[in-house]
Every structure is written in structure tokens, then in C-alpha cells.
């Protein structure tokens, strides 16, 4: 009865030690995974948040790139009341392909209640 347990847990370990070497191979010869639109969306919003110190309240532009992904997130720079008075500003957001930030800028600054007189926003 010993060597059956012995011949069954070795046969285990043999199998256990093929698995890992296995799917190494597989996983150094393949791309890195791209992350998924959400994905990155969630991420982003964490990232800078966790950079700026302010929470982001929407993500108003979202479009991949070549070198990653480009946001426009809308964050709430200054609380004020009433909340119409309250200060808000866009950032425009550069992730990698992976979906790390890399890089953002405030590119405007804004009253919650006005309405945008550029029009094209």
C-alpha cells in the first residue's frame, strides 16, 4: 500500500512541476494582455486620484491610442455651496497600453453649474 501512495504522489509532483513550466512558456512567448476599455477606465480614475489627492466625478473623453489611452476625466477641484458654485476642472489623462498613467495636465477649470461657453465641450 506504501508504494501505490508513493508511485500516486510522485506521479502528483511530476505533473505539478510540468504545469508551471508550461504555462511560463506560454505566457513569455504572448504579448502582454491589454487590458479592457473598463479596465482602464477604473484604473485611470484610481491613478489620479491617488496623484492629485481629488476624486474624479466622470469620464467625459475616452479614446484608445497607439501608445495606450487618452481620457478626459472631470474632477471636483473645490467643494463649495451650493454644489452649483463648486469648482470643477478636466484633465486630460495618458495611460500606456498596459493602462498605467503616464502622464496628465488640467485643461480647464470650471463653475459646476456653467455651462461650458466654448461650446464644443
Known amino acids: 500500500m506504501s508504494n ?3 508511485t500516486s504522489d510522485s506521479q502528483d509532483s511530476q505533473q505539478s512541476s510540468r504545469k508551471p513550466h508550461t ?3 506560454s505566457q513569455s512567448s504572448q504579448e502582454p494582455r491589454r487590458p479592457k ?3 482602464v477606465l477604473r484604473e485611470a480614475r484610481t491613478q489620479l486620484a491617488e496623484l492629485t489627492g481629488m476624486q474624479a466625478e466622470s469620464v467625459s473623453s475616452f479614446e484608445q491610442t497607439d501608445e495606450g489611452w487618452a ?3 472631470e474632477v471636483l477641484e473645490l467643494e463649495r ?3 452649483t ?3 470643477m476642472a478636466s484633465y486630460q489623462v495618458e495611460l500606456d497600453a498596459e493602462g498605467q498613467l503616464t502622464g496628465y495636465r ?3 477649470r ?3 453649474g456653467r455651462a461650458d461657453a466654448r461650446g464644443s465641450r
Open 110 to 112: 470650471y463653475e459646476r
Open 23 to 25: 504555462s511560463q512558456k
Open 71 to 73: 481620457l478626459e476625466v
Open 106 to 108: 488640467r485643461v480647464r
Open 81 to 83: 455651496v451650493p454644489d
Open 85 to 87: 458654485m463648486s469648482l
Open 4 to 6: 501505490t501512495k508513493n
Open 37 to 39: 476599455p473598463m479596465e
